[in-house]
């Protein structure tokens, strides 16, 4: 018996250090979630030399043309003789709230078929957050740009905002597995 509860001991200890942080539900939370650094969050503050109105007119344009997008992948595991395929479409939605004093850009991504394999429970239904933007006006032809992602994964969309916004190019992203 005195085994048996050592080794419960034991399980419950690894168990408890393997604590999944939730899954944010909205920009907020996932701004949290970043601030802590959950999930190899970053967060990235720049000052561009483009006033606010301008940055955001960007913003809003390329949203509209680049990020709204639909992306298939095949995915073939060889076993053997046997090849067995699946396709899956990554949903890329954004979403943009504005005001005089503050823009915000939401990114956030779903897989269609859903594998329903959730660490730190069930993402939104429009996907999990993969980028948070803000914008705000830092002064007379200046605006702060705020990003909250992954340091590693998904930095397609960081990379090309961060472009639109210095004026450097205004192409769009490629989107391709862990963009």
């Keep these: 018996m005195r085994k048996e509860a050592g080794l419960l001991t034991i399980i419950v200890f ?3 250090s393997c604590a999944v942080a939730p899954t944010p539900q909205n920009a907020q939370e996932y701004r949290t979630v970043a601030k802590e650094g959950v999930y190899g969050s970053n967060i990235d503050t720049y000052v561009v030399n483009r006033s606010y109105s301008k940055v955001t007119g960007i ?3 390329k949203t509209k043309q680049c990020l709204n997008k639909k992306v298939s992948e095949t995915h ?4 053997g003789t046997s090849k067995n395929c699946q396709t899956t479409t990554i949903i890329y939605t954004p979403t943009l709230r504005s005001s005089s004093r503050k823009t915000e850009l ?3 991504r779903r897989t269609e078929p859903s594998s329903d394999i959730y660490l730190g429970g069930k993402p939104p239904a429009t996907g999990m957050y993969i980028s948070v933007f803000d914008f705000e ?3 007379k032809n200046k605006t702060k740009v705020t990003v909250y992602s992954p340091e590693k994964f998904f930095q397609t969309i960081p990379k090309a905002v961060k472009r639109w916004t210095k004026g450097t190019s205004m192409s769009c992203p490629v989107f391709a597995q862990g963009s």
Aim: proline share 6%; charged share 5%; with cysteine.
């Design 14 to 16: 690894l168990l408890s």
């Design 59 to 61: 913003i809003k344009a």
């Design 76 to 79: 073939c595991i060889y076993t």
């Design 106 to 108: 939401h990114m956030q």
């Design 137 to 139: 006006p830092a002064g």
